[in-house]
């Protein structure tokens, strides 16, 4: 969707069905393909959807009242803030995003979508990581980028926002995934990061609609993304109870290979790191040992 078109009733309709928390991904599709119209979608009731996704629905009546004021400042918000929508079955939508059993539906994004043949790495860790931890994440995100390869994270404080400014370093493309509405930028203390991935041709995005809020259980749900945005997931430094450990999980349930960063496995601050080790994880020392992983050569950008 483009900012200077006007949206289709397809748009209206994905952006209505984003806001209703009662419903799952998988629902929302079957939903968009059972409605005609926006405007007849307004006019349904809670059995409506019931009948269309077979289950019972609670608290449902006040999300399908608010939802027209909703789709208005919608709108609103991503034109003001140049906010673009990708369908699963577009042609731009992420190829690896695909391959996930609970692939969203619609994705909301600014910038720039990853080009289909982009090699991309997931690279994630703690927020409070050590200087070492800063220093090698830096690093080795760089030396990804010269190397052709792009990285997703989280735009998270920490590792994900390092592992972000160095991609930027490396001249590389980088993708940032929220667990907001793209317009939301959390942390605000990245803004200034996340404005410098969209000018330089990078990519900031989310399954959740604009001016939707950051919520506890939506970071699972966005590391999900993260994962399945990449052919791989490289734990840089992460703490036991990491949430870069869940985004492994979700790597691991989606055919993913799954790193930690060996010059940092004896980090005070690596302990989840060192237990994905012990338990098959193979420690990386340089972007070459990825590269024979997938059986081709590091050759340099091209």
Known sequence: MNTDTVLTETHKIALALSYCHFLKGGERLRVSKAVGSFQELTAWKVRDFERVVERHIRTAGAQLSALPHLVRHGIQTMRCYQ???VFKDDDAFPSWL??????????????TLPCATQPIVGMVGTRTPTGEGVRNSLAFSKACAESGIAIVS???????????????????????????GVDQLY?????AL???????????????????HVMRY???????????????LVVMEAPKKSGALITALCALEQGR??????PLLESLQNEGGRLLHAEGARALTCVQDMFDDWEYACTGRT
């Open 83 to 85: 906010i673009k929508m």
């Open 98 to 111: 695909r391959e996930i059993s609970d692939v969203p539906f619609v994705l909301f994004y600014r910038g």
């Open 154 to 180: 989280g735009l998270a404080r920490g590792i994900d926002g390092f592992c972000h400014k160095g991609a930027l370093a490396g001249g590389g493309y980088t993708l940032a995934v929220l667990a907001c």
């Open 187 to 191: 942390p605000r203390s990245n803004s």
């Open 194 to 212: 996340a404005a410098r991935i969209i000018e330089t041709g990078g990519c900031i995005l989310s399954e959740y609609a604009p001016s939707e």
């Open 218 to 232: 939506r970071f699972p749900e966005r590391n999900r993304l993260i994962s399945g945005l990449a052919r791989s």
């Open 257 to 262: 290979d799954v790193y930690v960063y060996e």
